[in-house]
């Protein structure tokens, strides 16, 4: 879908709100909205879009080329000048002194909304997430099929990672060779830090790698995304290195009955607490409930974690369209943790996993 496409169905969807306009930031709405991919820096940017009217843009003039697709009337300022100038006239040129404003809750700078303030001292800010979040929390074919590309190169990425596992080896290096193959196998760039976690730590469900070297009896959690074309890949795996413990390979077994039970909840018209209900059941009823101790999934696309959340108390309805993460998981301190994570996609017949790679424990 064409970013122009976008920006009038932010404006449908502000007719039924009591704003006027919002103001989007670099980030994945500025993306989703307009199309517009910015490092997020200490300059101003924001494309504003009024209910009624033109889109207008302010940006440096160094980065004026991000927003000419659009063609809105683009105010641009120089280090120089500071953004103030052009921002008031920008809000003045658009009739919004007076307006209700709406800015992203969570990705809004306190810095850039008091810019706004002060450029519009008379008008009123809300969040805008309710009109965002709509408005991305389904996804199009475009989307879908970037999300199928991220999900195929991140389970590349995970197998060969999975390959090439082996003792000795410390979970900043299997780190390092993830963010190496992310490059090389068509990423636009890792969806988030990849997690590496061995033995005691793999008991911590977003340990960040370190120098522990990896060693015989370790269960290993790998948790990694590639990102293709702003879209996410999301996939956890688990490895464990000879002689595997007994209890890690009981645990590994329950979790992933977990996210089967879990995958199988997925369709259009059940509840996302079902599906999280589904998957927590299989963990409770084998005697590890108190050891599964995060939701059992999020939502994905421009964000790694985004709407629909998948937790027992979240009774939104599914439907085709959402995408997420089913990732059930068990920790046990003082021993590790296991966790198998995978995307999918809600359909009309049900749902489509995303991710390919295999489920079963890989033991080196």
Same mark, same amino acid.
């Given at each position: 879908?064409?970013?122009?496409?976008?920006?009038?169905?932010?404006?449908?969807?502000?007719?039924?709100?009591?704003?006027?306009?919002?103001?989007?930031?670099?980030?994945?709405?500025?993306?989703?909205?307009?199309?517009?991919?910015?490092?997020?820096?200490?300059?101003?940017?924001?494309?504003?879009?009024?209910?009624?009217?033109?889109?207008?843009?302010?940006?440096?003039?160094?980065?004026?080329?991000?927003?000419?697709?659009?063609?809105?009337?683009?105010?641009?300022?120089?280090?120089?000048?500071?953004?103030?100038?052009?921002?008031?006239?920008?809000?003045?040129?658009?009739?919004?002194?007076?307006?209700?404003?709406?800015?992203?809750?969570?990705?809004?700078?306190?810095?850039?909304?008091?810019?706004?303030?002060?450029?519009?001292?008379?008008?009123?800010?809300?969040?805008?997430? /309710?009109?965002?979040? =709509?408005?991305?929390?389904?996804?199009?074919?475009?989307?879908? &099929? +970037?999300? #199928?590309? !991220?999900? @195929?190169?991140?389970?590349?990425?995970?197998?060969?990672?999975?390959?090439?596992?082996?003792?000795?080896?410390?979970?900043?290096?299997?780190?390092?060779?993830?963010?190496?193959?992310?490059?090389?196998?068509?990423?636009?760039?890792?969806?988030?830090?990849?997690?590496?976690?061995?033995?005691?730590?793999?008991?911590?469900?977003?340990?960040?790698?370190?120098?522990?070297?990896?060693?015989?009896?370790?269960?290993?959690?790998?948790?990694?995304?590639?990102?293709?074309?702003?879209?996410?890949?999301?996939?956890?795996?688990?490895?464990?290195?000879?002689?595997? /413990?007994?209890?890690? =390979?009981?645990?590994?077994?329950?979790?992933?009955?977990?996210? &089967? +039970?879990? #995958?199988? !909840?997925? @369709?259009?018209?059940?509840?996302?607490?079902?599906?999280?209900?589904?998957?927590?059941?299989?963990?409770?009823?084998?005697?590890?409930?108190?050891?599964?101790?995060?939701?059992?999934?999020?939502?994905?696309?421009?964000?790694?974690?985004?709407?629909?959340?998948?937790?027992?108390?979240?009774?939104?309805?599914?439907?085709?369209?959402?995408?997420?993460?089913?990732?059930?998981?068990?920790?046990?301190?003082?021993?590790?943790?296991?966790?198998?994570?995978?995307?999918?996609?809600?359909?009309?017949?049900?749902?489509?996993?995303?991710?390919?790679?295999?489920?079963?424990?890989?033991?080196?």
């Amino acid at each position: 879908m064409s970013a122009p496409v976008r920006l009038e169905q932010v404006q449908d969807a502000l007719l039924n709100t009591e704003l006027d306009a919002v103001a989007l930031m670099p980030g994945p709405n500025l993306v989703y909205a307009g199309g517009v991919r910015l490092h997020r820096s200490e300059r101003l940017n924001v494309l504003v879009i009024p209910r009624q009217g033109t889109p207008r843009a302010l940006c440096p003039r160094l980065e004026a080329a991000a927003y000419r697709h659009l063609d809105v009337p683009l105010h641009t300022w120089s280090d120089e000048e500071g953004p103030m100038p052009a921002l008031e006239q920008l809000v003045a040129e658009a009739g919004l002194a007076r307006a209700v404003w709406g800015v992203e809750y969570h990705n809004a700078y306190y810095g850039e909304v008091m810019a706004l303030r002060q450029a519009a001292p008379h008008a009123q800010f809300r969040p805008a997430e /309710a009109v965002l979040t =709509r408005l991305r929390l389904i996804k199009d074919e475009t989307e879908i &099929e +970037a999300l #199928r590309e !991220a999900a @195929r190169v991140t389970g590349q990425i995970v197998q060969e990672t999975l390959d090439a596992l082996r003792p000795g080896l410390t979970e900043r290096a299997v780190a390092s060779h993830i963010q190496s193959l992310l490059l090389a196998r068509g990423s636009d760039g890792a969806a988030f830090s990849p997690l590496v976690a061995s033995g005691p730590n793999a008991a911590d469900p977003h340990a960040l790698p370190g120098d522990r070297v990896l060693s015989s009896g370790d269960v290993i959690i790998v948790d990694l995304g590639a990102t293709v074309r702003g879209y996410h890949g999301d996939i956890t795996r688990c490895a464990a290195l000879r002689p595997v /413990a007994s209890e890690i =390979r009981r645990i590994y077994d329950v979790v992933r009955r977990a996210a &089967e +039970a879990g #995958r199988a !909840a997925v @369709r259009p018209g059940a509840r996302a607490g079902e599906v999280d209900r589904a998957a927590r059941r299989v963990i409770d009823e084998a005697g590890y409930g108190a050891y599964f101790i995060h939701r059992t999934g999020h939502g994905l696309g421009l964000q790694v974690h985004e709407p629909p959340y998948i937790h027992a108390e979240n009774d939104e309805t599914l439907e085709p369209g959402m995408v997420f993460t089913v990732e059930p998981g068990i920790y046990l301190p003082g021993l590790g943790g296991v966790r198998v994570e995978d995307v999918v996609v809600v359909n009309e017949r049900g749902h489509e996993v995303l991710t390919h790679v295999s489920r079963d424990l890989v033991v080196v």
